[in-house]
């Protein structure tokens, strides 16, 4: 078992991020960057796809991958915008989305790439037409709420940028850039019930790391 001051490599994707990489090879030592499998254009060829904001939170119980959250606000993309919660809980995967399309090419696309699903069962998403509400504040948290889900992440604990030409979705080499922060609160609740587990909190406290983050200003080119 991990001791509580330590992160798992494999358990979350911002794994790069939360290491407060600024550049895309000047990773922290020890971490591996996505391998390269089907590169996409020269970085500086590829297009934007997508530009928004994408927070998260992944919580651990018992030493396992409990649930995780994926929040997207979504101002302009190739499949157009809105806003999308992607929740993986108990072996399945829930899309709840304003815009089901753009909801289910987020999961489709990114989300089930993320190495923090890498290793869970992943089967076909359920698509939810449900109005989404979110608000997303790099000095006070996210807060976002769809149907009978509710994600909350607080207590912002350090701004960083964060930029790669080398993030591998399903063998599609992407290029991403954002602003993270770090978040010491984080809790995902359905139906009411807050589910079982905690976040993984690291780093020092100068670099501070932590499985919930909040994100802006993010871009992917492809």
Known sequence: MTPPHE???DLTRRR?????ATTAA?????LALPSIADASP?????????????????LIHRDEVSAYASVWTVDWSTHGAGAAIVLWHDGGVRVLTDRPDLGSWLERTFTRFFPEAEGLP????RIERRAVHIVNDLALGTHARAGDVTVRIADVLDRRAFATDEFDLGGRVH??????????VASIEVRGR???GEIIRGGTPERPSSSA???????WRF
């Open 16 to 20: 790069l991020l939360r290491a407060g």
């Open 122 to 125: 992943w089967p076909e998403p």
């Open 42 to 58: 020269e970085p500086a060829q590829r297009k934007v796809v997508l530009v928004g904001a994408n927070p998260g939170v992944q």
């Open 26 to 30: 000047g990773v922290t030592a020890g």
């Open 7 to 9: 992160t798992r490599p």
């Open 213 to 219: 983050f909040v994100a802006v200003a993010e871009v």
């Open 194 to 196: 807050r589910l079982p």
């Open 175 to 184: 290029s991403l850039s954002l602003v993270t922060g770090p978040s010491a």
